[in-house]
């Protein structure tokens, strides 16, 4: 198997690379759920070792996992909301972000019933990504193409809205450090940006010129990670000096990367451009890619990811309409 990586290395980096390919193709363990649901499975969120919430974009409902047993339970949304995104609370509830109807959903699997939150002013149409802070009496979440990113009380339903300064901005992936800060990817732009959550005051941060960041995730030191989905790169931001470092991917320009978590003492990200994915591991203590797997059923894209840290695993959904489990180590 060893030799199986080794070969896989040196086509993939050259013969100038050889010496360190075994180290750098580390592979991890990687087991997918076929989903007969179709729809388009993504965006999963491990609210135990083993059962896993998560959405079907085009298909129109929300569904769950039992990954010991293999067993699924799904709840249709009547409405077409085409759920983008979801999180699950301690408490069980489950949050949707109802993409193509202006709202955000709370569903209750003890009861089945479905509240809709709807977005203040008529004017923002696209809930896109949710995240809750971490006492969880806040969901914070973007509205791509509404050019806004925004907060949601979990306790009053009260949703806060706050503009994106730069025009097509395009608020994608967001996460909330350990300071309580949120951040965001702007995918139109070259820039991240943060949330004061006392003041909800927006600030853009730029970074490599050229960069389109799409997911986003905070290690350690309060340095923010960044996939380039244009130009083929990991970027780290250091919100304390305004320093940019990025380290090109193995699959250079072509690479794609898209989903992108903190996982461990790593850094996971995903190449969407090959074909099979790759599911790549960084060591931020090497500066250095150090893992390389392919993705099974070839994946077609990895949108988001969700680290469980109890397991030690990460899950992700693919457009083949699979499930998948990365066991990354805790």
Request: proline share 7%; charged share 20%; with cysteine.
């Amino acid at each position: 198997m060893k030799s199986k990586f080794l070969i896989f290395a040196i086509l993939l980096f050259g013969t100038g690379c050889a010496a360190d390919a075994a180290d750098v193709l580390r592979p991890i363990d990687i087991k997918e759920w076929p989903i007969s649901y179709g729809g388009r499975t993504r965006d999963p969120f491990a609210a135990s070792a083993s059962q896993i919430w998560f959405v079907g974009q085009s298909g129109d409902y929300l569904a769950r996992l039992d990954a010991a047993s293999g067993k699924l339970m799904r709840h249709d949304l009547p409405d077409a909301p085409g759920p983008h995104n979801l999180v699950v609370g301690a408490d069980g509830i489950v949050w949707y972000s109802g993409n193509q109807t202006g709202y955000i959903g709370r569903f209750d699997p003890k009861t089945w019933l479905t509240e809709k939150i709807p977005m203040p002013g008529g004017h923002v149409e696209d809930p896109h990504t949710l995240t809750f802070d971490r006492s969880e009496k806040h969901i914070w979440f973007t509205a791509q193409w509404s050019n806004v990113a925004g907060r949601l009380n979990v306790a009053s339903r009260k949703v806060d809205l706050i503009a994106v300064p730069s025009g097509n901005a395009r608020p994608y992936g967001i996460i909330v450090a350990a300071n309580g800060t949120p951040w965001i990817a702007l995918l139109g732009t070259d820039k991240l940006a943060s949330i004061d959550p006392r003041t909800l005051k927006l600030t853009e941060h730029a970074i490599a010129p050229g960069a389109r960041p799409r997911r986003l995730d905070a290690g350690n030191q309060g340095r923010i990670y960044y996939s380039d989905y244009r130009r083929g790169y990991l970027g780290r931001f250091d919100p304390k000096t305004g320093k940019t470092d990025e380290w090109k991917l193995p699959g250079g320009r072509g690479a794609r990367p898209y989903a992108l978590v903190v996982g461990g003492a790593m850094v996971w990200l995903v190449e969407t451009g090959p074909s099979p994915n790759r599911f790549v591991g960084f060591d931020p203590a090497k500066d250095a890619v150090t893992s390389i797997t392919p993705i099974p059923s070839g994946a077609g894209s990895v949108r988001h990811m969700h680290y469980h840290k109890g397991s030690g695993a990460i899950w992700f959904g693919t457009d083949e309409n699979t499930i998948g489990r990365a066991l990354v180590g805790k």
